[in-house]
């Protein structure tokens, strides 16, 4: 939690004008999310903290130029690995936009590496510009329908809140709610533990009296929304509503009308997953602002929703405006329309003069993969229909299909000419030897392969491809750089990065990362693919609690069943 760095009666003679400020920004529009008003003022600071809004003796004074000044900005829920970044590379990145304050998920790196994992996460983000602060991962591993790197049981949570409770604000996503509605006793112990902190949820379609008995079990948000009437019940009943606005997943359209004059504290814009080129290029939330007032939304409210709505419904004190007492963390604004940053400043300091290193070493090689070989490829037939994933643009979830393979030589192919790729998801945590073998349409791949460390939860190795040939040539590319992402065609390697931590972030800084994934976007143009960013799509077609179709280690998950299915439906 943020306190001042300096006595309390320093910054009350401060503020009384008896001493001279830090800083003085003149001239500008205050954004003020407290009275919901935008005022004319000059805003003074001292020890890092706002004293007031009159005329101070300063020892450096900015002019602000008639700019929109705004307290920095809260991200309410984000997993940092979807960035492919370090938290310390991540956080330079995020600042740059605006951004002040992260509440982040780590269960990606927990799923891989356990304890170890979220440890580095923890002193790699310490003492950063940007304040990182993490929830409790919830769901390590997320179902037992696939092979995690860790469990995370009662135990290991309860002595990373005891060690770092400044750090974790309460129990992350609870995905698994069918274990929640239906009193699986390892769930329910993690909730009794949570009994007296915030638990978010994450609950996608549910609701009437499965609804009910998740809420009443703690929950208390959710970012899983995709239509009004499913938020509207929600908000009705009793959560805080996360609208979420990320690569793969955009809800802020569908969402927005059902926020209102009277319901608004009841809401935060999010990102949950995003990608390095997004953030490069559209942005974080400057870009969920931009995209919120496009859709018509007051520029104010908005704000509001990136500032003091996630700084109440996570406790943050001095966090979310700008008013005496407040942290100052603040974005100077060129205009409420683009969102155009103009200056950022931490803790009263410009972002350019904040140190962003924090050199932590990373964990060593979670690449451990056995038994991958061509045969274990093979799908031989025994039935006129498959199961398949139908992709949604622009979602997460798939529906459930249905497609007559096409056999050669007793062995289903990918049939690249009706869209339907293989799919191929390996275990690689525990060298178990588990292969998953499913098909996906809608990727539009013409030829070759792709394969990621990146596949949530569970982050096994899943390849994409139109051949057999090419799934192998993709894995073994991957394995070569300890984790990473692979693209191949004719056997050949068209593009790769490497992440070598836990085989979900590089160790490199953000525009070699992003250079890395324009050369990965040339390759899958040329293979054929459809999608702006289909390792995005690809690295969430592992995740079973995500409907209805998903593939992981152990076989095909019917996810509203809860179960694995089998590959012939006839």
């Given at each position: 939690?943020?306190?001042?760095?300096?006595?309390i009666?320093?910054?009350?003679?401060?503020?009384?004008?008896?001493?001279?400020?830090?800083?003085?920004?003149?001239?500008?529009?205050?954004?003020?999310?407290?009275?919901?008003?935008?005022?004319?003022?000059?805003?003074?600071?001292?020890?890092?903290?706002?004293?007031?809004?009159?005329?101070?003796?300063a020892?450096?004074?900015v002019?602000?130029?008639g700019?929109?000044?705004?307290p920095?900005?809260i991200?309410?829920?984000?997993?940092?690995?979807?960035t492919?970044?370090?938290?310390?590379?991540?956080?330079?990145?995020?600042?740059?936009?605006?951004?002040?304050?992260?509440?982040?998920?780590?269960?990606?790196?927990?799923?891989?590496?356990?304890v170890?994992?979220?440890?580095?996460?923890?002193?790699?983000?310490a003492?950063?510009?940007?304040?990182v602060?993490?929830?409790?991962p919830?769901?390590v591993?997320?179902?037992?329908?696939?092979?995690?790197?860790?469990?995370?049981?009662?135990?290991?949570?309860?002595?990373?809140?005891?060690?770092?409770p400044?750090?974790?604000?309460?129990?992350?996503?609870?995905?698994?709610?069918?274990?929640?509605?239906?009193?699986?006793?390892?769930?329910?112990?993690?909730?009794?533990?949570?009994?007296?902190?915030?638990?978010?949820?994450?609950?996608?379609?549910?609701?009437?009296?499965?609804?009910?008995?998740?809420?009443?079990?703690?929950?208390?948000?959710?970012?899983?929304?995709?239509?009004?009437?499913?938020?509207?019940?929600?908000?009705?009943?009793?959560m805080?509503?996360?609208?979420?606005?990320?690569?793969?997943?955009h809800?802020?359209?569908?969402?927005?009308?059902?926020?209102?004059?009277?319901?608004?504290?009841?809401?935060?814009?999010?990102?949950?997953?995003?990608?390095?080129?997004?953030?490069?290029g559209?942005?974080?939330?400057?870009?969920?602002?931009?995209?919120?007032?496009?859709?018509?939304?007051?520029?104010?409210?908005?704000?509001?929703?990136?500032?003091?709505?996630?700084?109440?419904?996570?406790?943050?004190?001095?966090?979310?405006?700008?008013?005496?007492?407040y942290?100052?963390?603040?974005?100077?604004?060129?205009?409420?329309e683009?969102?155009?940053?103009?200056?950022?400043?931490?803790?009263?300091?410009?972002?350019?003069?904040?140190?962003?290193?924090?050199?932590?070493?990373?964990?060593?090689?979670?690449?451990?993969?056995?038994?991958?070989?061509?045969?274990?490829?093979?799908?031989?037939?025994?039935?006129?229909?498959i199961?398949?994933?139908?992709?949604?643009?622009?979602?997460?979830y798939?529906?459930?299909?249905?497609?007559?393979?096409?056999?050669?030589?007793?062995?289903?192919?990918a049939?690249?000419?009706?869209?339907?790729?293989?799919?191929?998801?390996?275990?690689?945590?525990?060298?178990?030897?588990n292969?998953?073998?499913?098909?996906?349409?809608?990727?539009?791949?013409?030829?070759?392969?792709?394969?990621?460390?990146?596949a949530?939860?569970?982050?096994?190795?899943?390849?994409?491809?139109?051949?057999?040939?090419?799934?192998?040539?993709?894995?073994?590319?991957?394995?070569?750089?300890?984790?990473?992402?692979?693209?191949v065609?004719?056997?050949?390697?068209?593009?790769?990065l490497?992440?070598?931590?836990?085989?979900?972030?590089?160790?490199?800084?953000?525009?070699?990362?992003t250079?890395?994934?324009?050369?990965?976007?040339?390759?899958?143009?040329?293979?054929?693919?459809?999608?702006?960013n289909?390792?995005?799509?690809l690295?969430?077609?592992?995740?079973?609690?995500?409907?209805?179709?998903?593939?992981t280690?152990?076989?095909?998950?019917?996810?509203?069943?809860?179960?694995?299915?089998?590959?012939?439906?006839?």
């Amino acid at each position: 939690m943020f306190r001042p760095d300096r006595s309390i009666s320093r910054l009350v003679n401060a503020a009384r004008g008896k001493n001279g400020a830090d800083l003085l920004i003149t001239n500008v529009n205050l954004v003020n999310t407290l009275s919901g008003s935008i005022e004319r003022c000059n805003v003074a600071v001292k020890d890092g903290v706002i004293i007031g809004f009159e005329n101070y003796r300063a020892e450096k004074t900015v002019d602000g130029q008639g700019g929109f000044l705004c307290p920095g900005f809260i991200e309410a829920h984000i997993h940092i690995e979807s960035t492919l970044l370090t938290p310390p590379e991540f956080a330079r990145a995020v600042a740059a936009r605006g951004t002040a304050v992260v509440v982040c998920d780590p269960h990606e790196i927990a799923n891989v590496l356990g304890v170890e994992g979220i440890q580095y996460f923890i002193r790699s983000s310490a003492d950063l510009p940007v304040s990182v602060y993490f929830m409790l991962p919830s769901c390590v591993p997320a179902t037992h329908l696939e092979t995690a790197g860790a469990v995370l049981d009662v135990p290991e949570l309860s002595i990373l809140l005891e060690k770092y409770p400044d750090r974790f604000l309460g129990l992350g996503e609870m995905m698994n709610f069918p274990g929640v509605i239906h009193n699986d006793p390892g769930v329910m112990a993690k909730l009794e533990m949570s009994s007296n902190l915030l638990i978010d949820g994450h609950a996608p379609g549910l609701s009437g009296k499965d609804l009910n008995a998740y809420i009443l079990a703690g929950p208390g948000s959710d970012h899983e929304c995709v239509s009004p009437a499913e938020a509207k019940e929600k908000l009705g009943k009793g959560m805080h509503i996360m609208i979420r606005e990320g690569t793969s997943e955009h809800n802020l359209e569908d969402l927005l009308p059902v926020v209102n004059d009277l319901n608004w504290p009841n809401f935060s814009l999010v990102s949950d997953d995003r990608h390095p080129t997004d953030l490069a290029g559209p942005g974080h939330l400057d870009y969920n602002l931009r995209r919120a007032v496009s859709l018509g939304m007051d520029p104010v409210r908005a704000v509001q929703m990136v500032t003091i709505n996630p700084a109440r419904y996570f406790g943050l004190k001095h966090r979310g405006a700008l008013a005496p007492g407040y942290r100052a963390d603040m974005v100077l604004l060129e205009d409420l329309e683009d969102f155009q940053v103009q200056q950022v400043f931490l803790q009263g300091r410009r972002r350019e003069e904040c140190l962003f290193e924090n050199i932590v070493d990373p964990p060593g090689n979670s690449i451990h993969i056995s038994g991958l070989n061509e045969k274990s490829l093979h799908v031989p037939a025994r039935g006129k229909k498959i199961l398949v994933m139908d992709l949604v643009q622009g979602q997460i979830y798939t529906r459930r299909g249905e497609a007559k393979p096409r056999v050669v030589h007793g062995l289903v192919q990918a049939d690249p000419e009706n869209d339907l790729a293989k799919l191929v998801v390996a275990e690689r945590h525990r060298s178990t030897g588990n292969v998953g073998l499913g098909f996906v349409r809608g990727l539009g791949l013409k030829k070759g392969a792709i394969a990621s460390t990146v596949a949530h939860d569970a982050h096994n190795l899943i390849v994409a491809g139109s051949n057999d040939q090419d799934i192998l040539a993709a894995a073994e590319e991957v394995q070569r750089m300890k984790g990473g992402l692979a693209a191949v065609a004719d056997e050949k390697v068209l593009a790769s990065l490497a992440l070598p931590v836990a085989g979900l972030m590089s160790d490199r800084p953000l525009r070699e990362v992003t250079y890395a994934m324009d050369l990965m976007k040339q390759a899958c143009i040329a293979m054929g693919f459809g999608h702006e960013n289909p390792f995005m799509i690809l690295s969430f077609l592992a995740l079973p609690v995500i409907p209805e179709l998903k593939l992981t280690d152990m076989g095909l998950v019917d996810v509203g069943q809860f179960r694995l299915v089998d590959l012939w439906s006839a």
